[in-house]
């Protein structure tokens, strides 16, 4: 398993690198999420991934 902190998650690397986890919740643990805009949807990513 790798743990991993994702910098800028709602945006679209972010979201799309969370998409890539989502489909192997075996391989990847989310240790921490980090964004600079878009509170709203960091608060549903950090209910999704509980970091």
């Known amino acids: 398993?790798?743990?991993?902190?994702?910098?800028?998650?709602t945006g679209s690397i972010?979201?799309?690198t969370l998409d890539v986890v989502?489909?192997?919740?075996e391989d990847f643990?989310?240790?921490g999420l980090?964004?600079?805009s878009k509170?709203?949807?960091l608060?549903?990513?950090i209910k999704n991934f509980r970091p």
């Open 1 to 9: 398993m790798k743990n991993i902190v994702i910098l800028g998650s």
């Open 39 to 41: 509170a709203s949807i």
């Open 22 to 25: 989502s489909k192997f919740p």
């Open 29 to 31: 643990q989310v240790l």
């Open 43 to 45: 608060a549903e990513q």
């Open 34 to 36: 980090a964004a600079g």
């Open 14 to 16: 972010g979201a799309s």
